[in-house]
């Protein structure tokens, strides 16, 4: 594999595990915070900061986990040199079950947070998500082809 290549599936690895740091600290502030709303109310709190918040930063949080982890995986399995197995085309479509979850949760976490929002922002945002999760969609179904035609490779001599 050239050298390029490798430095990006480097980079590629690093970035994704420094976003795993990054969701971790913000599930410890997130149940930190819910935690001081629980024990304290929301009474000195501003506006914005309230129960409805920090749950639905929790529940983000829980989608987006299992995305980078899966994703980690396939660019490792990349890294290595065997991108095209059945076990990424799973995964691939892990990710795209959970990216669809996220992006029908978030606008109906944040329009239950903020119930000043107009119904058509949360239509308009559901349908902003689409073509991210279609994309994954499809490349799982490449990534099954690719590994359809690497096994048919292998078996001609």
């Not at 410890?28 to 024990?39: K, N, Y």
């Not at 029908?104 to 945002?125: G, K, Q, T, Y």
Request: hydrophobic residues 55%.
């Amino acid at each position: 594999m050239p050298a390029k290549r490798r430095h990006l599936f480097t980079g590629t690895l690093w970035l994704l595990k420094a976003a795993l740091v990054v969701y971790a600290i913000g599930a410890v502030l997130s149940s930190i915070r819910l935690g001081m709303l629980i024990a304290f109310g929301p009474e000195p709190w501003p506006k914005g900061t309230q129960i409805d918040v920090s749950v639905a930063a929790l529940v983000m949080i829980a989608l987006a986990v299992p995305v980078f982890m899966n994703l980690l995986t396939v660019v490792r399995s990349g890294q290595a040199g065997t991108p095209f197995t059945p076990e990424n085309g799973t995964r691939l479509r892990w990710i795209g079950i959970f990216l669809t979850a996220g992006y029908v949760a978030h606008p109906i976490l944040v329009f239950l947070a903020d119930a000043s929002r107009a119904p058509e922002a949360l239509i308009a945002s559901l349908a902003k998500g689409l073509l991210p999760v279609v994309l994954c969609f499809v490349v799982a179904h490449i990534f099954d082809i690719g590994t359809d035609l690497r096994e048919d490779l292998e078996g001609t001599v």
